[in-house]
């Protein structure tokens, strides 16, 4: 149902967190497709060492994260494409809360969600400008 497409570039430290947050999801329909923006440290190398056949590796050289982002996209297999950096987490309930919305709101075509930071270790939400815990349709987003 999903194809997680991950820009990645030079993100050793944080790559193979990343793609366990996504295969620790507790919906498991996706491939996850990791599009290697010319790394030059070892990122590369940890990808290939998670041994998962939902993950596919697209090496190109180096041209940005929306270059990146772009071609993941156009190597996407599944109908629904979710977007996420090679230095982020997904909480284990991320993908089926993306399915809920997805199916309760089966005319809309782009879906989103607040965030959380960590910094030093204190993590810091990032809510946009709704009611705690809103669930539905933003009509006019600007």
Not at 24 to 49: P, R
């Amino acid at each position: 149902m999903f194809s997680v497409v991950i820009p990645l570039y030079n993100k050793e430290l944080s790559i193979g967190n990343t793609i366990q947050s996504v295969l620790d999801q507790t919906y498991q329909e996706f491939e996850i497709v990791v599009v290697n923006d010319g790394s030059t440290d070892n990122s590369l190398q940890i990808v290939e060492q998670i041994n998962d056949p939902r993950i596919r590796i697209i090496n190109k050289p180096n041209g940005g994260v929306s270059s990146a982002r772009n071609r993941g996209i156009k190597e996407a297999k599944s109908e629904w494409i979710a977007l996420l950096d090679g230095d982020d987490l997904w909480t284990p309930n991320y993908l089926i809360e993306m399915k809920n919305l997805i199916n309760d709101f089966h005319n809309n075509k782009f879906f989103g969600c607040n965030f959380s930071t960590i910094e030093n270790g204190n993590i810091n939400e990032r809510a946009a400008n709704l009611p705690p815990n809103f669930r539905g349709e933003i009509l006019d987003y600007f």
